[in-house]
């Protein structure tokens, strides 16, 4: 594997294993600065998403315009810094406010993933694409594995132990870029940097212009928000129904991540010659419908550590639909597309965690008429159904030659 590839792969692992870090000891560290109940901490974790989430949808359009402009190298090394300098601030954070502080910084740092992706695309073939996107997919899986896992078993030295933990990864990460990372965009597709791109709503309706870009960005954005009820209610959800701590919330995080990486880095690229990729899209959406109510419904810890693998079954839908939307735009607009995925992935994390923590609170309360720690998967299913709605309902048809729509 070419190096470049292998330290795009490392970048966004390293990103999921941070956030993976902290996922175990949020429930704990909640309530230690806040005094509230698991159902208060819920809330508090959902407006900490959010702020983050506003933050990314307000930058994501402008990191990916000024990768497309000065290069995706300067993008991820400062974002790795900063991110460095975020965690180590949410380290010592002593209130409420603070932590707030800390994922505003962070929601405009937030840049690894994207533009890893662009990246990706710069050095990926047309026909390679989707395997190539499920190599990030993949490498997100296995940070997601380490990191929840790492998160559990530092989190018996306090809540604070995993921030430190992720502050140290991201400027380790940021070091090695620093010397073996290489430039990917060339002159030829070097643009200039456009304020009106650099817009969200203006990324949006340049983007939606482009046959069957727009159907997509929608598809993509419901399922972002169904597939956050994830990491926005499974700690409060495993202590809930099963009583779980922090070490087997990391542990049944660890399995699905597991079972992603495999998923979206090696079993994506039989399915993609079976099935093609739109197929593929399809196959992931109706397996996730099943998958979001088997969870809902579960009642034994031991099957669901079970179905938790089986769930990540999946993960296609992310680098099948990248791939649909790469090939409608062209090489010099590759970064102002994966600003504008991310946008909408952050518009689904400003949503989603709000709706599903207070969906959760609202059946965990103790005056609660019933009691349901699982309608959040419930109402991810409804989403994931409406997602396929208007995919089938798009009409099938080739992509046109990128045009440059301002």
Same mark, same amino acid.
């Given at each position: ?9 490392l970048t966004v692992m390293i990103d999921a294993m941070g956030v993976g870090l902290i996922i175990p000891v949020m429930p704990d560290l909640l309530r230690e600065v806040s005094g509230g109940t698991l159902a208060e ?68 740092? /937030? ?31 296995? %940070? ?22 992720a502050a140290l990864l991201a400027a380790a990460n940021g070091l090695l870029g620093y010397y073996v990372l290489p430039e990917t965009v060339t002159d030829r597709i070097r643009r200039s940097f456009d304020w009106r ?10 983007? %939606? ?28 959800? %495993? ?108 518009? /689904? ?18 005056? /609660? ?38």
């Amino acid at each position: 594997m070419r190096l470049p590839v292998a330290f795009l792969m490392l970048t966004v692992m390293i990103d999921a294993m941070g956030v993976g870090l902290i996922i175990p000891v949020m429930p704990d560290l909640l309530r230690e600065v806040s005094g509230g109940t698991l159902a208060e901490a819920a809330l508090w974790g959902g407006v900490l998403s959010t702020v983050f989430a506003v933050m990314q949808f307000a930058c994501g359009p402008l990191v990916g315009n000024l990768s497309d402009r000065y290069g995706r190298r300067p993008v991820l090394l400062i974002s790795l810094g900063v991110m460095a300098a975020d965690y180590l601030v949410m380290a010592v954070a002593g209130s409420i406010w603070l932590l707030l502080l800390g994922r505003v910084v962070g929601g405009i740092t /937030a840049a690894t993933q994207s533009t890893a992706t662009a990246a990706m695309a710069d050095l990926s073939e047309p026909a390679q694409k989707a395997q190539n996107f499920g190599l990030i997919g993949a490498a997100f899986g296995i %940070g997601f594995v380490i990191g929840p896992l790492i998160g559990g078993l530092l989190g018996e030295w306090g809540t604070r132990a995993p921030f430190v933990a992720a502050a140290l990864l991201a400027a380790a990460n940021g070091l090695l870029g620093y010397y073996v990372l290489p430039e990917t965009v060339t002159d030829r597709i070097r643009r200039s940097f456009d304020w009106r791109r650099a817009n969200p709503f203006s990324a949006f309706r340049a983007l %939606g212009r482009l046959p069957g870009v727009g159907r997509m960005l929608t598809v993509y954005f419901l399922y972002q928000v169904a597939f956050f009820v994830y990491p926005a209610i499974w700690a409060y959800f %495993g202590q809930a129904r099963f009583g779980w701590d922090a070490g087997m919330i990391g542990l049944s995080l660890g399995l699905f991540g597991v079972m992603m990486a495999v998923v979206q880095g090696w079993l994506i690229r039989r399915i993609l010659r079976a099935l093609g990729t739109r197929g593929t899209l399809i196959y992931g959406l109706v397996f996730d419908i099943a998958a979001f109510l088997a969870l809902a419904f579960v009642t034994s810890g031991t099957v669901a550590l079970i179905l938790t693998p089986l769930a990540a079954l999946g993960a296609v839908i992310t680098p099948a639909i990248q791939a649909l939307m790469s090939d409608r735009v062209g090489p010099d607009r590759q970064g102002e597309l994966q600003g504008a995925v991310t946008s909408a992935g952050a518009v /689904a994390m400003i949503l989603s965690p709000m709706l599903m923590t207070a969906t959760f609170a609202a059946f965990t309360r103790p005056e /609660a008429t019933l009691y349901f720690p699982g309608a959040p998967f419930v109402l991810s299913a409804g989403l994931i159904v409406l997602a396929l709605g208007v995919f089938l309902s798009a009409a099938r048809r080739p992509a046109p030659p990128d045009t440059d729509v301002a």
